[in-house]
C-alpha cells in the first residue's frame, strides 16, 4: 500500500498511474503446483501481502479515480488510476 501512497503524492493532479502484474485472480496462478508455488514465493518476499491486497480498493480509499483494472493476458493485470484534478 506505500507504493500506492508514494505515487498518490508524487502524481500531478490529473496524473495516471499504471502497473502491470500477477492477478491474483488469475486460474493459472491459482492451480500452480505447490513446488511451483514455493519456488515463486522464495523470490518475492512480499508474495502473501500483495495477494491480499484488493488494489482497486486500496487506490480508492487512498483518493485516486477512475481506477480501472484489466487482464492482459491469462497471468496478469494492469491496473490504472488517476489523481483528481484540482
Known amino acids: 500500500k ?3 501512497k508514494e505515487a498518490y503524492r508524487v502524481l500531478r493532479p490529473g496524473g495516471t ?13 491459482q492451480n500452480l503446483p505447490p513446488v511451483l ?7 518475492e518476499p512480499h508474495l502473501d501481502e500483495y495477494y491480499l491486497l ?8 487512498i483518493g485516486f479515480i477512475n481506477v480501472r ?3 492482459t493476458d491469462p497471468r496478469h493485470r494492469t491496473v490504472t488510476a488517476s489523481v ?3
Open 2 to 4: 506505500g507504493l500506492l
Open 69 to 71: 483494472s484489466v487482464l
Open 37 to 43: 508455488f514455493t519456488l515463486m514465493k522464495s523470490t
Open 17 to 29: 498511474v499504471a502497473l502491470t502484474d500477477n492477478s491474483p485472480k488469475s486460474k493459472i496462478l
Open 54 to 61: 484488493d488494489m482497486e480498493e486500496a487506490m480508492v480509499e
Open 84 to 86: 483528481p484534478k484540482l
